[in-house]
């Protein structure tokens, strides 16, 4: 027959933190009744500790960005072996390599040091890609791969690359 135990009591084995002391700074959120220009004075506050985004944009991240707008305007395909289908849509590579000034069919330095961070976050999330177009011509949909390149970009101006 079981037998039931009853669980032991919870004991404590760290010490509780110190009350924290009289707050310091003004609260969190202004009240909604303030004005417009206190409330942006009080952001203001909040986020002079950012620095400011670097005036010229890094080679890197300026090819994403370009390849991002242009398939969001051309349209993306899954081409297989060409970078452009027959309606003017691009995969990915080609869309980097038209992005660094280049044809889709043809190498780019830019372009491949694009490709390459690309691929390092397109790995992150899927570990079996081995390459950006085998994994462009994978993928059913433009759904995942805008979003890695809008993650690349993203990665890449915080990065400064």
Known sequence: MLT????????????????????VTAPLTPHPTDSAAETA?????LTTHIPPAPATASPIASVLAGALHLLETRGWAATGRTCRNSTGALCL???LR???G???NSQS???NRAAAFLLDIVQIAYPTAQTIPSWNDSQPTARQP???LRLAGHRARILGI
């Open 146 to 148: 805008l979003a890695m």
């Open 102 to 104: 280049s044809t889709p």
């Open 98 to 100: 038209v992005a660094a």
């Open 4 to 23: 039931r135990t009853r669980p032991r009591p919870y004991q404590r084995t760290w010490t509780p933190a110190p009350a924290p002391a009289a707050p």
């Open 41 to 45: 004075q009080y952001l203001n506050t």
């Open 109 to 111: 330095p830019d372009a």
């Open 93 to 95: 590579l080609g869309a």
